[in-house]
C-alpha cells in the first residue's frame, strides 16, 4: 500500500461480510453446538453466494493505491479456527500488516471459543497502535489507528447468540473506552472514522439480528460526535445521516458482502472514500464499487461527496 504525506488526500476502503472461509473439510465433530446449523445454511445457501472468483477481483481492484482498509466482520462462516487460519492467509496476502483493521462479526464469535485458537490469530490486524498484546476481545477493543490525520476506531459488536439469532451488544465497559476515545481524537482535530459490524441506528436490522444497545452507542456519540460511521451485516447498502448536537450531521454508510455473487441478495460491493482537508473541515468522497459479472471486475457504480465540518 503506498504512504502518503499528512497533506495529501488518503484513501481508505470498507468490506464486509467476506465469509470467504471454506468448509468443504468439517468433520461432524466439529458440528457439534449451534455450529450444525449454520453448517447446514453454508451448505444449502452460502457456500455458492459467496464465491472465489468475486473475491480474485476484489483482490485485483484493491491493488489501487490505499493507505487504510477497514473490514467489518463476518469474514468466517462458523468462527472455527481453521476458518481463522484460512482468513489470516487472505490477509496476509492482501497487504502489509498495519494498513488493515477488521472489527468482529456475529459469525466469527459464533459460538465460545478460546482468544488463543481463533481472534489471537488475527493480531496484527485487530490489535491498537502501541497498546499491549491484548488476550481478548474486551481488551482488543475498541480498537484504535492513527494513520495521516484520521482516526479508525474499530467497536466489537459480536458475541456468541442462541440459535436463530445474530444480535450484537457493545456493553457499558467498551462503551465507555469509546467515550474516552472519541474525547481524545477529537481534542487532536482528526477525522473520526467509527467501524462495527452491526447497524448501529435502532430500527436499520430486524430485531433477532438487531444492536441491543444501539441507543446507549448513539448517546455516546452525540455526546462526542463523529464524523463518519460504518458497518455490515445485513448485506444491504445503506446510507443514513445521523443527526448530532449544534446542527451536524454524520453519514451513517453499510455495505453489503464484499463477495456476493447476487443468488440471495445483492451483488458483492465494496465502499472507497477519499478525504482531504477543506478549509476548516473536510471534503469526504465515496465511490462505490460492484462486481459486474459481465467481465468479472469491480466498476464503479455511484459516487457521492460530503461536506463535513470539524
Ligand atoms: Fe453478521
Request: hydrophobic fraction near 40%.
Amino acid at each position: 500500500m503506498q504512504a502518503m504525506s499528512a497533506e495529501a488526500k488518503q484513501v481508505f476502503v470498507h468490506l464486509s461480510d467476506l465469509h470467504l472461509s471454506d468448509l468443504s473439510g468439517v468433520v461432524f465433530s466439529q458440528l457439534l453446538s449451534k455450529r450444525l446449523l449454520g453448517y447446514l445454511s453454508w451448505r444449502r445457501k452460502r457456500r455458492r453466494e459467496h464465491s472465489t472468483a468475486v473475491l480474485t477481483a476484489l483482490r485485483a481492484d484493491l491493488s489501487l493505491p490505499v493507505n487504510h482498509l477497514l473490514v467489518s466482520g463476518d469474514l468466517t462462516h462458523l468462527g472455527l479456527p481453521d476458518e481463522f487460519s484460512q482468513v489470516r492467509g487472505w490477509l496476509d496476502q492482501l497487504a502489509v500488516a498495519g494498513d488493515i483493521s477488521v472489527a468482529p462479526g456475529n459469525h466469527d464469535s459464533y459460538v465460545v471459543e478460546s482468544w488463543q485458537n481463533t481472534y489471537f490469530q488475527w493480531l496484527p490486524y485487530l490489535r491498537s497502535d502501541g497498546a499491549a498484546e491484548p488476550t481478548s476481545l474486551a481488551q482488543a477493543f475498541p480498537s484504535l489507528k492513527v494513520r495521516n490525520g484520521i482516526a479508525y476506531i474499530g467497536l466489537n459488536s459480536a458475541l456468541p447468540t442462541p440459535p436463530f439469532f445474530a444480535t450484537g451488544k457493545l456493553g457499558s465497559a467498551q462503551l465507555k473506552k469509546l467515550s474516552a476515545l472519541l474525547a481524545e481524537t477529537a481534542s487532536q482535530g482528526l477525522f473520526r472514522v467509527v467501524y462495527l459490524h452491526h447497524p448501529p441506528i435502532p430500527g436499520q436490522e430486524k430485531w433477532r439480528k438487531r444492536l441491543c444497545d444501539a441507543e446507549a452507542l448513539l448517546d455516546v456519540i452525540r455526546r462526542h460526535g463523529v464524523e463518519l460511521l460504518l458497518h455490515g451485516h445485513s448485506h444491504k447498502w445503506q446510507h443514513k445521516m445521523l443527526e448530532l448536537p449544534g446542527g451536524k450531521t454524520a453519514p451513517v454508510i453499510g455495505v453489503p458482502s464484499s463477495s456476493a455473487l447476487g443468488q440471495h441478495g445483492e451483488t458483492a460491493l465494496y465502499n472507497r472514500y477519499s478525504l482531504e482537508s477543506a478549509g476548516t473541515g473536510w471534503i469526504l468522497q465515496l465511490d462505490s464499487r460492484r462486481y459486474q459479472h459481465d467481465g468479472a471486475c469491480f466498476v464503479s457504480v455511484g459516487t457521492e461527496s460530503f461536506a463535513i465540518p470539524r
